[in-house]
Each structure stands twice: as C-alpha cells, then as structure tokens.
C-alpha cells in the first residue's frame, strides 16, 4: 500500500489520506527520525548548524508536515475512525517531541555551536533553540526529566480530550422550534434551519449552537423564552450543568495541576512565569498591570454602553430587569434604533465571492503580489486553493516572469466534524533547504466557520465574518510574505506570541476602510454596491459598545493569567472567574455560566497564561495602522510606499529578529496606546 503520508514529492494527498494510513506512516518517519536524532548526537558528529539540520531538521520536518496533516483532518474532518487513529498516535507523537527536545546531548551539541558561524537568521534561530531546550527540560536528569516528559505527554492527551467534548457537546445539542418562535430571526438563517431539519425528515426548524446559527438566534429572535433556551445551552457546554459525559471540570483542574508541577520543575514559581519566558512581556506582574490599566480606561465606556441599552430597553422594549440572554438582542435593537440599520441589511452586500474579491484586491495593491486560483487536493469540496506570486524583482518587462511566494487552502464553511471558531495554520514553512538546496515555498492553511449560501445564492458574510476573513489572511500573510529562508524563524516561527497577533489585527482594520469596502460588496439579489450612506452608519456604530467589547477580553486574558499564577490547581476554579467578573465585568453573567469550559485557547490551543497577546498585539497593530493613516492620499487610498514599507520590517522578517526590533523599523519608535484609545473611540 503506497501511503499517502509518506509522499512529501508536492502538497498533501488530503482526499486520500485515511485513518488506516496514520499508524503506518509514523511508525516510518518516527523510526526515520529517531535515527536521525542518534546521527547527530555522536561524539564525532559536527556541531555545526547546517549539518545537524541536513539530517535532523529534514527527519524532523517530514514528521512534523504528516503529523500537521492528520492534525487539521482532526480539526476540520472528525469522523470516529479518524478520532480513534489520532488519539491513538498522539502520545508516540508527543513522546518522541517531549523527548527530543530536553534530550542533553542534542542540548550540548547546540551550545557547542559557534555563533560566529551563523549568518543573522541562523543567529536568532539558534539562541531560541538553547532557550526552548532549557524550556523543555533538557537540564533536567534522573526523575524530574521522567516526570516531566509524562506531564508533556497525558498534558496533550488532556488538551485532546477537552477539545473532544467542546466539539461533541456542541454537535450534540439541536432546538427543534415550531413555527411561531422565530419571529424576528433573518431570512437566510430560518431557511437553513428549515432545510436542516427536512434534512433529518423532522418538521419545523433545528437550531444548533454552531455560530452562523445562535448569534443570529441571539441577535434578532423577539422570543426571550428562546433565547434563553440557546443561550443556556451555549454557556453550560461541556460542564458540569450540561452532559456528564462532555464534562471538562475534571480535565481543567488536571491541566491547571500538570502547569503548575512542571513550572515547578523548571524552576520557576507558577506557569504564568513559564509562558511569559519567550514573549514580549517581561514577567505575569508587567501582564496584569497592563490588562488592569487597560480596564481602568476603558471602564467608563463600558458602564455607559450598560446604562444606555438598560434605558433602551425599560422605553422601546418593555424589558425592565434584562437577562443575560437579553443583552445580544438589546444591543442589536438599539444599534439599529440609533444608527439607523442592521447587520440583516449591511449582511446582503456582503456574498462570499466578492468579499474575497475585494481582500484579494487590497492585498496585491498594498504587498505588491498577484493571487491566483491554483490546484491541489483537498479534503471538502467547498474548499479552494489559491496561489501568491510577485514579479521577478528587478524585471521591467510587464511580461516579465513571476516567481512563487506562497499558497494556501481556504476553507471558510461551518459543519458538523469541524471543530468552530476561525484559525491559521502552516501547512509547510518557507525554507532554503540543506538537503537539498532548493527553497521550498510556504503553504498555510486560512479556516473560517461561515454560513453557507441558501437556495443557489452564494454565502453571505456578516461584516463581523469580513472581519474574521480579514484577520486570518493577516497571519496567512504573515506566513506566506516572509523572505528569511531559515525554516526556525521564517514566517510566524519564532514570533513571539505575544506579537503574533499583530498582522492579523492590523489587516481587520482594512474591512472598515471606504476605498477597500466599495471594491468588495453587491447585494444578492440587485448586485448594487454598498451605498455610501450604509457605510456612514456603519462607521458611526464602529466603536458601538467597545468599551464592553474591550471588557470582556480583559475579563478572559485576567482570568487566564490569574488562573496560572495565583491560583491553588485543587482548588475550583469557579470563584476565581467570579472574583475577575466582579472586578471587571459590567454586566454579570448567571451563576450557572460556565465559559472556562469551552475556552479552547487556553486549554487547548497554546494560548495558556497569554490570552492577553489579543490585547497587547492589538496596541501594535492599531500604531501599525496609524501610520497608513498618516499617510493615506486625499481619497482615503493607502499608500504603496507604507504598504512596502510595513512588509519588509514586518511580514518578510518573520521572527529572524525580536518583535520590538521590526516594529522600531517599521514605525521608527516604540508602540504607544494612544492610537488603540483613539481607533477604539476611547480617548
């Protein structure tokens, strides 16, 4: 049997891979890469940095790139039989990285580099190299270097499982409402409800908790009885208030144990102390004064937003004592009363196609690069596949030859087996090859959860949707632009995370952007273009409950950073998310709410003690941005020049040097707040 995981000749075999393929594919390239591991930590073995990386870095890779492919199956394709493979190959997986990386000898090898040998990327790669050794317990011996590569070990297995249940307990849970209950919700989403629910030869209309279905549910539904029914559901997931089975309590308070004994381990007081090592922040303290200033500010704003939907409501909706449920829905009404519309008519001029167009469109102009469609196997049918070329520099011929820079698979769908939110993932990284000497291109994989179109019409996006599509193509540029040929710190490898978000961010602000938004909108039905009077209101309503928007992710990056420094792993940590509510939030939520259940990002998606990076990066990002405000033409237009400019320090430096030393480069200074205080309308 060929195996598809196994053919690294071009891009991933993703519509042949099969479970029955995982087993074998590692058990070749973990023996591959053992072997290699054995080469060169030999006495007689060089210690120099591209002859370690001919054999062990290409070993390496290989399983990394089949092991990324079964991993994004996992997140956007679950089926049982692929679950159990997965699951069964985690810990191998994970046992032989937790051991590779605090093996001593390979330690020792790297730190009898010369430096001096290195040309600048291989420089930065090298001391991140040392640095992750010492943070992955390669000076620890006897049993502490046991313990802490069983803690690696049932730490991915636990992060595994909690996303299991967040997606099954989701999946689960269906509402199947009768005909008078969704007065109010918007066309499209009762339609798709119908056919959902004609789907499985039942009547009336399934309402489920993925996104394109409960927020509109929760926006616009005038039942509060079903609002109340979705949104408990929806914040009781996976907890102990819902299925037992789904349960993530137990899986939480293990995670939060097996931190805390490997900070311990390492040396260090609490995890927060560990995660902050290779960020920007110098220490947790610098962290929660930071996210405590930041609440202070934007307080105020936040009380405001609470007392003007509180009035809204007693006047124009006859809701005197608001319920949690109520607030989506109170927000919505009063949007429209005071700005004049709603999501449901700015959403008709947003069709999937043109959305795209028009990002597309920003993106040659402003980097400079031609995007094609291209062709490569994939695992659904609504995903498509793109390419991202320049001219040969120095060509002055129109005609001239273009060159690769990138590609990606964009698969912007919501359904049943794909895990929810949106994300960024490299499928390769750019790299000068040392076995073979050619540089191999980037290839990034841009997964978003969108609704699909209704009776033969195409999707249509939210502008929150076109703000998610714009964020994901930041880090996919950030990814794909990057021009360091050192696999290490090309693209986002080697970014610090709290600075990772800082691409991504800075591109939403083009979705809000006049000269960018005309391109990219027609109505479904007449093809018209956004009007300039919609764009108006939508402007006017940009910084609608910011200061509650800005809240309540001060409220989750708090929680996350207490969570791993000042609090007791056996304790519940409950009371813990009440005390952070009570100081931050303006609106509390019920006592039976139970977010931490379902926050993926911290238990199961690298962000653990660094939520906060969404906050730091966006203080960049928004100084990032100032600049193409400073120097936009007489029509709004970007300027090429700031554009090229932003991605030679920014996008094509990838993470070959530090954060602070790219973003000086690009703004000649440090970042300062009060550009995120004005773009939020806080100042």
């Known amino acids: 049997m060929s195996n598809p995981l196994l053919d690294f000749s071009s891009l991933p075999l993703f519509d042949q891979i099969e479970p029955a393929h995982v087993a074998p594919a590692l058990d070749t390239l973990l023996a591959s890469a053992n072997e290699a591991l054995?080469?060169?930590?030999?006495?007689?073995?060089?210690?120099?940095?591209?002859?370690?990386?001919?054999?062990?870095?290409?070993?390496?890779?290989?399983?990394?790139?089949?092991?990324?492919?079964?991993?994004?199956?996992?997140?956007?394709?679950?089926?049982?039989?692929?679950?159990?493979?997965?699951?069964?190959?985690?810990?191998?997986?994970?046992?032989?990285?937790?051991r590779l990386g605090a093996d001593e000898r390979l330690y020792a090898k790297y730190k009898a580099i010369d430096p001096a040998t290195l040309n600048p990327e291989q420089r930065q790669a090298h001391k991140n190299a040392v640095r992750n050794f010492v943070l992955s317990g390669a000076e620890l011996a006897g049993p502490a270097k046991e313990r802490f590569s069983r803690i690696q070990e049932r730490q991915a297995e636990l992060s595994q499982k909690f996303s299991e249940h967040a997606l099954d307990a989701t999946d689960a849970y269906a509402y199947y409402a009768g005909d008078g209950e969704l007065n109010g919700v918007p066309e499209d989403v009762i339609q798709a409800a119908r056919a959902a629910a004609a789907a499985e030869g039942k009547s009336g209309y399934k309402l489920t908790l993925k996104m394109p279905c409960y927020l509109p549910v929760m926006q616009f539904a005038h039942s509060s009885k079903l609002r109340e029914t979705l949104y408990r559901a929806y914040v009781t997931r996976a907890s102990d208030q819902g299925?037992?089975?789904?349960?993530?309590?137990?899986?939480?308070?293990?995670?939060?144990?097996?931190?805390?004994?490997?900070?311990?381990?390492?040396?260090?007081?609490?995890?927060g102390e560990v995660s902050v090592v290779p960020k920007m922040a110098?220490?947790?303290?610098?962290?929660?004064?930071?996210?405590?200033?930041?609440?202070?500010?934007?307080?105020?704003?936040?009380?405001?937003?609470?007392?003007?939907?509180r009035a809204f409501a007693a006047d124009h909706l006859q809701l005197q004592d608001p319920q949690a449920w109520d607030w989506p829905y109170i927000g919505e009404k009063l949007k429209e009363a005071r700005y004049s519309f709603s999501e449901q008519e700015v959403k008709q001029y947003f069709t999937a196609p043109k959305v795209l167009a028009g990002l597309f469109k920003i993106v040659e102009t402003l980097f400079e690069v031609t995007i094609r469609r291209d062709v490569a196997p994939v695992w659904n049918?609504?995903?498509?596949?793109?390419?991202?070329?320049?001219?040969?520099?120095?060509?002055?011929?129109?005609?001239?030859?273009?060159?690769?820079?990138?590609?990606?698979?964009?698969?912007?769908?919501?359904?049943?087996?794909?895990?929810?939110?949106?994300?960024?993932?490299?499928?390769?990284?750019r790299w000068l090859r040392p076995d073979t000497g050619q540089l191999q291109t980037p290839v990034a994989h841009l997964v978003c959860n969108f609704a699909d179109g209704v009776d033969g019409k195409p999707p249509l996006l939210t502008h929150d949707d076109v703000t998610t599509l714009f964020h994901e193509f930041g880090h996919g540029l950030h990814h794909m632009l990057t021009q360091v040929n050192e696999r290490d710190v090309s693209g986002i490898s080697g970014v610090e995370w709290d600075a990772v978000e800082l691409p991504s961010q800075f591109m939403e602000n083009f979705a809000w952007e006049w000269d960018v938004l005309k391109h990219m909108t027609a109505h479904v039905d007449t093809g018209a273009p956004l009007p300039r009077e919609l764009y108006e209101k939508m402007l006017a309503a940009r910084n609608f409950q910011s200061g509650l928007q800005t809240l309540r992710q001060i409220e989750f990056a708090l929680f996350d950073m207490l969570l791993h420094t000042d609090h007791e792993p056996s304790q519940d940590f409950m009371p813990l998310l009440t005390n952070v509510r009570q100081e931050v939030a303006v609106i509390q939520p019920p006592a039976f709410s139970r977010t931490a259940h379902t926050f993926s990002h911290i238990f199961a998606g690298g962000y653990a003690a660094g939520y906060y990076s969404y906050k730091?990066?966006?203080?960049l990002s928004a100084d990032a941005y100032a600049a193409f405000e400073e120097t936009a033409g007489k029509d709004g237009a970007p300027n090429v020049e700031t554009g090229r400019k932003y991605r030679q320090a920014i996008l094509e430096a990838g993470g070959s040097r530090p954060a602070m030393e790219s973003f000086k480069a690009f703004r000649g200074r440090e970042p300062s707040l009060d550009a995120l205080l004005r773009h939020q309308g806080m100042a």
Do not use: C
Not at 243 to 271: H, M, T, V
Not at 294 to 299: G, M
């Open 616 to 619: 730091w990066a966006e203080v």
């Open 381 to 429: 049918p609504g995903v498509e596949f793109y390419r991202i070329e320049r001219s040969v520099p120095g060509a002055r011929d129109l005609a001239a030859p273009t060159q690769l820079v990138g590609q990606f698979y964009l698969d912007p769908s919501a359904r049943t087996g794909k895990r929810g939110g949106a994300w960024m993932d490299d499928v390769r990284a």
């Open 243 to 271: 299925d037992a089975k789904f349960d993530n309590s137990p899986l939480i308070q293990e995670i939060l144990a097996l931190r805390q004994e490997e900070a311990l381990l390492l040396g260090y007081r609490n995890f």
């Open 38 to 98: 054995e080469q060169v930590t030999q006495p007689a073995f060089p210690a120099r940095w591209e002859e370690i990386a001919k054999v062990l870095d290409t070993s390496t890779e290989r399983l990394g790139r089949a092991w990324g492919a079964v991993s994004h199956l996992n997140s956007v394709a679950d089926t049982p039989e692929l679950r159990a493979a997965y699951n069964e190959a985690l810990p191998r997986v994970t046992e032989f990285w937790t």
């Open 282 to 309: 110098e220490s947790p303290q610098q962290v929660i004064s930071f996210l405590r200033d930041l609440a202070a500010k934007a307080r105020p704003y936040g009380e405001k937003d609470v007392a003007d939907m």
